[in-house]
């Protein structure tokens, strides 16, 4: 999509939707009449003065805050709002979905909630082997986050150490097994 040469910016709070960066969206001016104007001025949390002055040509709200069904396309590519629209889309009330009413958790809460999904789904695609099962996952079957702010109890990193070495000696043993399998294939050719 072609980009605009027009310097259009969303007048509402916490929106940084501009023109140039953005350009399948709408722009619209404030509205002229006074009332409509004053709701639209209610509904994004402004209020004219001195830091916020409603000019023509210059204050716009983007398409993004207005309800899909408010906004219409011409035949001609004009993008147009009814008549008596008002912006109701916004990161305040969960941009309009109608759960203004409910809380957003924080957002440690809702990683956690979508790492238990992740932690969930992989234990039941690929099964963890016994052994390492109880280093992984705690006793109730999900991983803490964060686990590098907790200290492990002192067991664990024996375990840990100890699983290491066994692993290491395997890798040894399987690479001298590799070695003589390599030499004694080369002294049969």
Same mark, same amino acid.
């Given at each position: 999509?072609?980009?605009?040469?027009?310097?259009? /910016?969303?007048?509402?709070?916490?929106?940084?939707?501009?023109?140039?960066?953005?350009?399948? !969206?709408?722009?619209?001016?404030?509205?002229?009449?006074?009332?409509?104007?004053?709701?639209?001025?209610?509904?994004?949390?402004?209020?004219?003065?001195?830091?916020?002055?409603?000019?023509?040509?210059?204050?716009?709200?983007?398409?993004?805050?207005?309800?899909?069904?408010?906004? #219409?396309?011409?035949? #001609?590519?004009?993008?147009?709002?009814?008549?008596?629209?008002?912006?109701?889309?916004?990161?305040?009330?969960?941009?309009?979905?109608?759960?203004?009413?409910?809380?957003?958790?924080?957002?440690?809460?809702?990683?956690?909630?979508?790492?238990?999904?992740?932690? !969930?789904?992989? #234990?039941?695609?690929?099964?963890?082997?016994?052994?390492?099962?109880?280093?992984? !996952?705690?006793?109730?079957?999900?991983?803490?986050?964060?686990? /590098?702010?907790?200290?492990?109890?002192?067991?664990?990193?024996?375990?840990?150490?100890?699983?290491?070495?066994?692993?290491?000696?395997?890798?040894? #043993? !399987?690479?001298?097994?590799?070695?003589?399998?390599?030499?004694?294939?080369?002294?049969?050719?």
């Amino acid at each position: 999509m072609a980009q605009s040469s027009c310097r259009c /910016y969303c007048s509402v709070p916490c929106c940084s939707n501009n023109k140039h960066k953005f350009p399948y !969206l709408s722009f619209h001016d404030f509205p002229v009449d006074a009332e409509i104007r004053a709701r639209w001025v209610r509904a994004i949390k402004r209020d004219e003065g001195p830091s916020f002055k409603i000019l023509r040509g210059s204050t716009y709200v983007c398409s993004q805050h207005l309800n899909p069904e408010d906004v #219409s396309t011409s035949t #001609s590519g004009r993008t147009r709002i009814k008549k008596g629209a008002t912006p109701s889309r916004f990161p305040w009330n969960d941009w309009g979905k109608g759960r203004a009413s409910q809380a957003r958790q924080p957002v440690y809460q809702r990683a956690r909630k979508h790492f238990r999904a992740a932690v !969930l789904d992989e #234990s039941q695609e690929m099964p963890v082997p016994g052994d390492i099962t109880e280093e992984v !996952l705690p006793a109730d079957g999900v991983a803490k986050d964060h686990d /590098y702010a907790y200290h492990p109890s002192p067991g664990k990193l024996d375990a840990a150490a100890r699983r290491i070495q066994e692993l290491e000696f395997q890798v040894v #043993s !399987l690479e001298l097994e590799i070695q003589q399998l390599t030499v004694k294939q080369q002294a049969d050719s």
